[in-house]
């Protein structure tokens, strides 16, 4: 029993370099090279997610005190505040 299909794919600008991977030898055929591609993907995703389950754990594990979210956006308030005033100082020099 055959485990894969056949599908049909649109790729645009995408085409070229599937075509360039083909045609210098890097892959045997179009298949092969979007296969490739996939497990490159799914290697990405699982990277990614390793990254994300870590900062999660590291938060969690976070023992300092919550900052309250007013305090965070009113002191981003008053970060931007500064930046601006100081580009209006420097464009009048």
Do not use: C
């Not at 055959?2 to 645009?12: H, N």
């Amino acid at each position: 029993m055959r485990t894969s299909k056949s599908i049909t794919l649109t790729l645009g600008k995408q085409q070229q370099v599937l075509d360039s991977l083909v045609s210098t030898g890097e892959y045997e055929s179009a298949s092969e090279a979007v296969r490739a591609a996939l497990r490159a993907l799914e290697r990405e995703r699982d990277a990614v997610n390793t990254i994300l389950r870590e900062k999660i754990r590291e938060a969690l594990e976070d023992h300092r005190p919550s900052v309250p979210a007013a305090k965070v956006f009113a002191d981003l308030r008053a970060f931007h505040d500064e930046q601006v005033e100081a580009d209006k100082r420097g464009a009048q020099d």
